[in-house]
């Protein structure tokens, strides 16, 4: 079983920068490869990007190539999302999953997930 809990969500304006966390705990946390999803009003829940256990690889969505980059750090059991240049459409609720292989990661069920941190960006 694994717990998870995002922070760092809020109201920014377009170009800004947000970092947001997510902690993780449980039973070999550390192991699991991590994403993050969001869920824009009205729409389904999308990948957004994902880190391999150890971090040594990570996967985005095209969107975001360039502007969000993914973290981890297995001493805290935290990984991070940095999101940079942000633009309205980037506004969601976002999601934190652990998977307990990387072929699931970019699923948008099962696993592990916290309950969510918004992201609002102001034009």
């Known amino acids: 079983q694994v717990q998870l809990a995002e922070s760092g969500g809020g109201l920014v304006q377009a170009g800004d920068s947000l970092r947001l966390s997510c902690a993780a705990s449980?039973?070999?946390?550390?192991?699991?490869?991590m994403g993050w999803f969001r869920q824009a009003p009205g729409k389904e829940r999308d990948f957004v990007a994902a880190?391999?256990?150890?971090?040594?690889?990570?996967d985005y969505v095209d969107s975001v190539k360039g502007r969000f980059f993914i973290s981890r750090d297995n001493v805290k059991n935290m990984v991070y999302l940095q999101m940079d240049s942000l633009k309205p459409e980037d506004t969601a609720v976002y999601y934190c999953?652990?998977?307990?292989?990387?072929?699931?990661?970019?699923?948008?069920?099962?696993?592990?997930w916290g309950q969510g941190t918004q992201v609002s960006v102001s034009s």
């Open positions: 880190i391999t256990g150890s971090g040594g690889y990570t």
């Open positions: 449980g039973r070999a946390a550390r192991y699991y490869a």
């Open positions: 999953k652990a998977s307990s292989t990387w072929n699931s990661i970019k699923e948008n069920t099962g696993d592990y």
